[in-house]
Every structure is written in structure tokens, then in C-alpha cells.
């Protein structure tokens, strides 16, 4: 590890450039994230998580000490997979100690939290001195760690041992955007999304823009990116706004206080539901039915906790952010099924009444307008699905599977 970030003990947590708390690292390698005071006592303090807010409305601040990783909200903000442990191998870290992470990774952030070392600024002054000759490979291994999230480079690296596409930040065509490179291992995935998300669009669900690129055409990848053949999927960041300004997001594995491990565990679509009932009423809720109808029709089985956010516009109030990663995992996972329980079940063969029901109630949602949705949603998708110019964009095989997947769905879904 490089000894600049072995000293760091505590960490500041800026939302929207505020200090608004701080992770302090115990003894026995466990840390503990706390507010400050006039964060506590402000009125009108912006929304970290709802994971810190309390049955009455409040903001929960006792302290939790939590050993070897990150209290839940900020383990979700670090990179899974084989990213993380390339990254943890560059940082000389174990990849469990996502202190250390956040300690490199923390300026570039999904949402408006940036994290930094609080005594870095002096130690760097102090360092000044004793540093010549070190300072092209210091300032080497810092871009490298810097624009780890952000940067290509490293990404790419990581992509090389990983078995899906790769999802990296990119600037250009006048915003933010990120991209998701072709699979090694899957055909045509980012076509796939790219035609599933313009499907969303066409039955009325909110969608970035989004746009295929050839992997040729992405400026600053590493020569051998030319390796990865085909389009790359951009989709437009709405979590950055115009001039660079950051719109805080949280996912709902943060929402739940999960770690990013128990994406696929622990709460039900239901449990979504009655999040954004409470928080965000009927508008995102009944956005949320249309999509998770959509997902089941079009065999989008991968929607974990991480696959749905909030987004806090004005700082405090969370809305359903716009959709994102809608594949048909069906034609590269057979008999695929959903990631979260759907009325008891995680079925992608069409959907029952009595699941609905079942859904509706233990979101406590009112059933008829549920259901009015989700019948919506069939009608729509089938239709425009029929029209769909994007369809052509996919090789015969994987359209087929999907065709195939919409048709079965919709031929066996039941309402009543
Ligand atoms: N348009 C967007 N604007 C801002 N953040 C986004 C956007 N799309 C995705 N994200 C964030 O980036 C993360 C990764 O994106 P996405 O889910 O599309 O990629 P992925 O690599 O396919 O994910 P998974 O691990 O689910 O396979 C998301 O969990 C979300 O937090
Ligand atoms: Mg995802």
C-alpha cells in the first residue's frame, strides 16, 4: 500500500461539497461513519440515505462500528467483482478493506458524495520535500488510482479477466455518459440493451439517451481495447447535470442498508414498492410496476437491488431515477429467472392475479390501479414490440429467443 494512504485514519464525507460526516478507522481494522453536529441540527439538510432515516421522520445517528468493510452505504459506492479486486491489488489492499478504497476511489463517485482523507492536504505539503524522484512514479500510481472508477485504462484491465462487459464514465457529446463495453463471453449484449431500453421508451418508461458506438470510436481507450470488436452501448448519465453538477442518487441495496453481496437477497420487489410508496407515491410507484412488468415480459431477469435508484433532484426529496441495464438475459441464460421475488415468485413465464395480489398487498399498494398498469404494460409491449425499427440490430438468434420470450410471457400471463 502506498504509504501515503497507510497513515489515514478518518475519512470526511462531502455530499454536495458539505463535510457532512466522517469514517473513522478503530483499532482491529472495524470503522464507524458519524454525522457532524450542524449536519444533525440542519432543518434542511440534504438526504444522504433513507437508510439513515428514522421510523419518524428523523435522521438515525447512532454510530455502528463495522469490521473490516464499510458501513453498508458506502461499501455500495466502491466497484464490485473482478474490478475491485484489481483495484484492491493496485492499492497493495486487501479487497475486504474498501477503507483503503474508498481512500484512493473517493473522488469520483456515483450521486454527490465525494470522500477524502481529511489530513491529506497537509501530508502532502509535509511530503513535498522529501519526495523528489518519486514524484513521476507517485503521480503515475495516483492517476491510475484516480481514475479508477472514472478511467479507462484500468477498467479495461479489469474487463480482460471479467466475464461480462464492462461499464466505464466517459465524457462527450456535451455530457456525461457511461459506457458499457461488448461481452467477451455474450453476443451482441450492448444491441440488446440498447434495443430493450428504446422498447421501454416506446411503452412510455423514462430512459436516458442513449446511443451505439463502435468500440473504434471511444477516444483514450488503450490500443488493445481495439481487441473488444462490435458497438459499445452509451447511455447519458442523470446523475450529472449540465456544467458537472452532481444530482445526489442512491441504490436500493443503500436504501435497505445492504451490502452490494445481498443484491440478490434479503427484500422483494414488494419491499421496492412500499419504499417508493411512502417516499415518492403514486408517480414512481406505478413507474416501478410498469417496469418490473416490462422486465418479466422481455426475460430481463437480472434486476437486483443495485438495478433500481433514487435520484435527489433538489438534495431532500428522492424520485425514481430513469431506467437503466435492461438486457434480455434469456438468450444467454435458458430458463433464467428473476433476481427478487415478484408476488412470491421469480417466474419470467407471464404473471398471475393472484401474484399481483399478493405483490400489491404486501406493498400495501391499491390493487385496481396496480393491475390497470400491469395490463397497460402487456398491451404496450406487444404492440410495440411489433413495431420496434431497433429490432434489427440484433442477430436472428437472440431475436428470436426474445420474440419468443415476449410471446410465451404474454400468452401466459392471467389477470383475470
Ligand atoms: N445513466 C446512468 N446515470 C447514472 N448512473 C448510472 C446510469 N446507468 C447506470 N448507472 C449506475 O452505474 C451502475 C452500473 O450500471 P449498469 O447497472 O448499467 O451496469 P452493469 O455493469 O451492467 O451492472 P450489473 O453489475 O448489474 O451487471 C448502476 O448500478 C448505477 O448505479
Ligand atoms: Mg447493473
Known amino acids: 500500500m502506498s504509504s501515503e494512504f497507510q497513515k489515514v485514519n478518518a475519512l470526511g464525507v462531502y455530499l454536495h461539497d458539505r463535510r457532512i460526516g466522517i469514517i473513522n478507522r478503530l483499532v482491529g481494522d472495524s470503522h464507524i461513519f458519524a454525522f457532524e453536529q450542524d449536519y444533525i441540527d440542519d432543518p434542511n439538510r440534504p438526504t444522504l440515505s433513507l437508510s439513515y ?28 467483482g473482478h474490478l475491485r479486486d484489481y483495484l484492491a491489488e493496485k492499492a497493495g489492499v486487501k479487497k475486504e478493506r474498501e477503507f483503503y478504497l474508498m481512500a484512493v476511489l473517493g473522488a469520483d463517485l456515483a450521486g454527490a458524495v465525494t470522500v477524502k482523507p481529511i489530513d491529506a492536504g497537509e501530508r502532502e505539503h509535509q511530503h513535498d520535500h522529501d519526495r523528489h524522484g518519486h514524484e513521476e512514479e507517485d503521480q503515475q500510481q495516483k492517476n491510475i488510482l484516480r481514475f479508477s472508477l472514472a478511467g479507462v485504462q ?62 473504434a470510436e471511444i477516444e483514450a481507450l488503450p490500443p488493445d481495447a481495439a481487441r473488444l470488436k462490435g458497438k459499445a452501448l452509451a447511455v447519458e448519465r442523470f446523475d450529472r447535470a449540465a456544467g458537472g453538477h452532481r444530482i445526489h ?10 451490502f452490494p453481496d445481498d443484491k440478490y ?25 410498469r417496469r418490473l412488468m416490462f422486465s418479466v415480459l422481455i426475460g430481463n431477469a437480472d434486476m437486483h437491488l443495485k438495478n433500481w435508484s433514487l435520484l435527489y433532484p433538489d438534495g431532500r426529496t428522492p424520485i425514481l431515477s ?28 407471464g404473471v398471475t392475479a393472484d401474484q399481483v395480489r399478493r405483490f400489491a398487498d404486501t406493498a400495501r399498494l391499491p390493487m385496481k390501479p396496480v393491475m390497470d398498469i400491469v395490463r397497460e404494460t402487456v398491451e404496450r409491449t406487444e404492440r410495440a414490440w411489433k413495431e420496434l425499427p431497433q429490432k434489427d440490430l440484433l442477430p436472428h438468434d437472440i431475436l428470436k429467443v426474445i420474440d419468443g420470450q415476449i410471446a410465451n410471457a404474454i400468452a401466459r400471463t392471467t389477470l383475470g
Do not use: C
Open 322 to 349: 430513469p431506467a437503466y441495464d435492461f438486457v434480455s438475459t434469456v438468450p444467454y441464460i435458458p430458463g433464467d429467472s428473476l433476481a427478487l421475488s415478484f408476488g412470491k415468485t421469480k417466474s419470467l413465464d
Open 265 to 289: 437477497g434479503g427484500r422483494s420487489y414488494a419491499n421496492i414498492a412500499a419504499v417508493l410508496w411512502a417516499e415518492t407515491g403514486e408517480e414512481g410507484t406505478y413507474e416501478f410496476v
Open 53 to 80: 432515516k428514522s421510523r419518524t421522520g428523523g435522521l438515525i445517528t447512532s454510530v455502528r462500528q463495522v469490521s473490516r468493510r464499510l458501513p453498508p452505504f458506502f461499501s455500495n459506492l466502491l466497484p464490485e
Open 154 to 215: 484500468l477498467k479495461f484491465s479489469a474487463v480482460m479477466e471479467a466475464s461480462g462487459g464492462l461499464t466505464i464514465p466517459a465524457h462527450g457529446v456535451g455530457g456525461s455518459w457511461i459506457t458499457k463495453l461488448p461481452s467477451t463471453q455474450h453476443a451482441a449484449v450492448p444491441e440488446n440493451e440498447y434495443a430493450m431500453l428504446e422498447l421501454a421508451r416506446a411503452i412510455g418508461i423514462q430512459v436516458p439517451s442513449i446511443r451505439l458506438v463502435s468500440v
Open 249 to 258: 442518487m442512491e441504490d436500493f441495496a443503500q436504501v435497505f442498508g445492504l
